[in-house]
């Protein structure tokens, strides 16, 4: 599988870490859109994930009284806009998709879903 424009996304990396992905982006993508699209169509084999970019992510926490400035975070959004090459049935599918990571945290440990969105699709 080929990942395309994800040498830039420290930032995002560095929120997955936080939350307990220890996969970088690109590959927690690879490996989470397979299992996902591989719901809806069993025989998929992601050819690319390219990044498109990512919106304005947004976070849920309160200051942590001993530290002073530490906010501890509670529930944390990450939309990212993602174009995946596919190939199933024999043929090739192009998709743009619209991916949000949401983590909850409960108990100090995160919980991690996603909503995948399809928001255009072709087929060569």
Known sequence: MQLINFD?????????EHIGVSAK??????????????QQQPDINIESI???GAGDCSAEGMQNSDAGH????????????VH???I???????LDL???IMAKSSDGKYA?????????QSVV
């Not at 830039?8 to 997955?16: F, Q, T």
């Open 112 to 120: 991690i879903t996603t909503d995948v969105i399809i928001q255009r």
């Open 98 to 100: 619209h991916v949000k």
């Open 84 to 86: 995946v090459v596919l």
């Open 88 to 94: 199933s049935n024999d043929r090739i599918h192009h």
């Open 25 to 38: 982006l690109g590959p927690f993508l690879g490996e989470h859109l397979t299992q996902v699209l591989g």
């Open 50 to 52: 390219e990044f498109i």
């Open 8 to 16: 830039d996304v420290n930032a995002i990396n560095e929120l997955l």
């Open 70 to 81: 530490i906010v501890q975070i509670d529930a944390l959004t990450i939309p990212l806009n």
